[in-house]
């Protein structure tokens, strides 16, 4: 009896104060969106998932989850800067957060990446070298693969890729288990080379649930990319270049506080969360705050068994990943922009072409939609300096003017202004007091 009753308050609990309330009257520059709910592990996580997969810019965000409750207050904008207008958009924020944080069953699955059985997901890891890309694709284009869509990070001269490939006869998922063997047979061949410092890594399987940003993080975490090493040839990142400065402090007994400075950028506080997540942290309090150039991050951290971090090691290692989770995705170098007509082997020949003229691929974003290629790559050259604008221009002649575009310049060296920063603990418990003010000042406008 005792129990059908807690089960029936807890039911009554959750349908009164779980919601997701967006406001754009709350701010004068950002939509306001405050998500109450049942706490549970990695729900911090999925919210900024969701607000990152909508390509919402998170300008400022507020996070408490002491107790049972998770409440969080995140300010964002569109990627021109602007409030949120659009209803349809809002409302499917508002479902989007709502079923990816239990609030209610998800019947079409209209969070996350769905099981598909139109592609195979090849996920590879390895030494980074120049050329690499051109050949594992060149590999693909030679077995018949088309790629469908793909991501490709490199770190610290570490390489992870997660790829979609079909079968160029069929258009679907490559299913022969003897082709598929040879497929990473040859992929591994080729990510060993001929000085691989660590064991080469393919793996093989029909796309999961899995997010696949989040699975490049875990590759290359598992591949301890968060490891600096130093090979001849190979300019990583300087240690006079843009740093994140990452400090860790324990205070009260109780928390572990992490403050991060870095370069601004988009995505940033997904990689954070999914890192700390990932790891098996738990956020109880944070506060995030972007400026034009800078970001400023403050969490409350624990381990999932309630302990702060207790060893020196543990410290050095958390603040090696979390520099790490910032520095993958940094858009380093020259951004450029492919779109054209997509057709077997294409792929490995634009990635041919830069090898040929001595373009290092530092990241990329592969995508076909309709029979067409949109590409985004961000290259160097082979010591990690920025291209001479002459190759540039060789490379879009042969490629195509119109169909290779030039998007951005990053400039390697420069540092965001340094600003003199309060004590991160101090500056937490002034935020902890002023986190609740947000929350009753948004729940004033509902």
Not at 71 to 96: A, H, L, P, S, T
Not at 226 to 231: G, N, Q, S, T
Not at 266 to 288: A, E, N, R, S, W
Request: aromatic fraction near 6%.
């Amino acid at each position: 009896m005792f129990l059908t009753l807690k089960a029936a308050f807890d039911h009554y609990l959750r349908e009164a104060f779980e919601r997701v309330v967006i406001d754009n009257n709350a701010s004068e520059d950002a939509t306001v969106i405050e998500v109450d709910s049942v706490n549970k592990h990695g729900i911090l996580l999925e919210v900024v998932q969701v607000l990152t997969d909508m390509n919402l810019v998170i300008t400022k965000a507020y996070i408490t989850s002491d107790g049972g409750w998770f409440m969080d207050v995140f300010n964002v904008v569109d990627n021109d800067g602007n409030k949120i207008r659009d209803k349809e958009v809002i409302d499917c924020i508002q479902r989007r957060i709502e079923t990816s944080a239990g609030f209610v069953s998800s019947r079409r699955g209209s969070v996350g990446v769905m099981p598909s059985e139109e592609h195979t997901s090849i996920e590879l890891a390895g030494t980074d070298r120049p050329g690499l890309l051109s050949e594992v694709c060149a590999v693909l284009a030679d077995l018949h693969c088309n790629v469908v869509n793909a991501e490709v990070w490199t770190h610290n001269a570490r390489a992870a890729a997660v790829v979609h490939v079909t079968d160029y006869s069929t258009g679907c998922a490559i299913r022969d288990p003897k082709r598929l063997s040879t497929i990473k047979e040859l992929l591994c061949n080729v990510l060993k080379g001929s000085d691989d410092l660590k064991t080469a890594k393919t793996m093989l399987s029909a796309p999961g649930v899995m997010h696949r940003e989040r699975r490049l993080h875990q590759i290359m975490f598992a591949d301890r990319d968060y490891e600096r090493v130093d090979r001849a040839g190979l300019r990583a990142v300087e240690e006079g270049s843009s740093r994140p400065q990452v400090t860790l402090l324990n205070i009260e007994k109780e928390y572990t506080v992490i403050t991060m400075r870095s370069k601004d950028r988009p995505k940033l506080l997904f990689d954070i969360v999914c890192t700390l997540t990932d790891m098996q942290y738990v956020v109880f309090h944070g506060m995030v705050n972007t400026g034009r150039m800078e970001a400023y991050q403050e969490f409350y951290i624990r381990h999932v068994d309630g302990l702060p971090i207790s060893s020196e090691a543990e410290r050095v290692r958390v603040i090696q990943c979390l520099e790490a989770a910032i520095e993958r995705r940094a858009s380093e170098g020259l951004e450029l922009e492919l779109c054209t007509e997509d057709r077997l082997g294409l792929l490995s020949d634009i990635t041919r072409i830069f090898r040929e003229n001595s373009l290092c691929i530092k990241r990329a974003l592969i995508s076909t939609k309709g029979g067409k290629a949109k590409d985004t790559f961000y290259v160097t050259d082979v010591t990690g300096n920025p291209v001479d604008p002459k190759i540039i221009d060789s490379v879009r002649q042969q490629i195509g003017q119109t169909a290779l575009q030039v998007k951005h310049s990053s400039s390697l060296a420069r540092k965001p202004p340094h600003q003199e920063t309060t004590k991160g603990y101090f500056f937490g418990n002034l935020f902890k007091a002023r986190a609740f003010q947000n929350f009753k000042l948004i729940r004033s406008y509902s």
